[in-house]
């Protein structure tokens, strides 16, 4: 039962370079997040989909794109890394109702 | 846009001592409501949710927490800490149907023996 998994769980980029950070969960869940996790702010939401398809920004989007092909995964693609994006980042899935929702273990990245 | 308000940042707390953390929230509308318990290391889980009906919500690890909608309140509370509760607590909201938490910034407690 392997819930929401994340790769990778440390990842270094230089100013500019492009990665993605992946997100795939296993129990058909129809909404998926990403938020990042800074000292002092809380988690805050980058992207969010609520079906395959379906996509829309939240709160801190810019610098980030998602896309949602199957229920299962949800990318999320770092254009061109800034020290700015030097985070924490987790994925998390729910079902329609929402009743809990489920963490990934998280990716800690560095721009430097 | 709805907003979540965790007053303590940083909280210390002698072993056996009892706690209360306060969360507060901006919406006028039906909320379901979180606490989050993120031990070192580790990502957040779940320590209870609000939903509906009994405003006193008993959680895991002896955690409860009160809603008083008059005072748009969710505080944490837990009669005798220990120091394995030594972690950051983050208070969640969820309002509309999408999966938009809304977080506060999170209280680091510290118990010391």
């Known amino acids: 039962n392997a819930g929401v998994t994340q790769t990778p769980k440390f990842q270094v980029l230089k100013t500019g370079q492009s990665m993605t950070l992946q997100c795939a969960q296993d129990m058909n869940h129809e909404y998926m997040s990403w938020y990042r996790q800074d000292p002092g702010m809380g988690l805050r939401l980058i992207h969010y989909?609520?079906?395959?398809?379906?996509?829309d920004q939240g709160e801190v989007p810019n610098g980030y794109n998602v896309s949602r092909s199957t229920t299962e995964d949800f990318p999320l693609r770092l254009l061109s890394a800034a020290p700015s994006q030097t985070s924490v980042y987790f994925c998390?899935?729910?079902?329609?109702?929402?009743?809990?929702?489920?963490f990934g273990q998280g990716t800690r990245l560095t721009v430097v | 846009a709805q907003s979540v308000s965790q007053h303590n940042h940083h909280v210390i707390l002698s072993e056996a001592a009892s706690l209360e953390l306060g969360c507060n929230y901006s919406y006028g509308g039906t909320v379901n409501l979180f606490w989050y318990v993120q031990y070192p290391g580790q990502h957040l889980q779940l320590l209870l949710k609000y939903f509906s009906g009994d405003p006193l919500v008993k959680g895991i690890k002896g955690f409860e927490a009160e809603f008083i909608k008059s005072k748009f309140s969710f505080n944490l509370r837990k009669p005798s800490v220990q120091w394995s509760d030594t972690a950051e607590y983050f208070c969640?909201?969820?309002?509309?149907?999408?999966?938009?938490?809304?977080f506060g910034t999170g209280t680091r407690l510290q118990v010391t023996l």
């Open positions: 969640a909201v969820l309002t509309g149907t999408a999966s938009k938490l809304t």
């Open positions: 989909s609520v079906g395959a398809g379906i996509t």
């Open positions: 998390v899935s729910g079902d329609r109702v929402n009743t809990e929702a489920f």
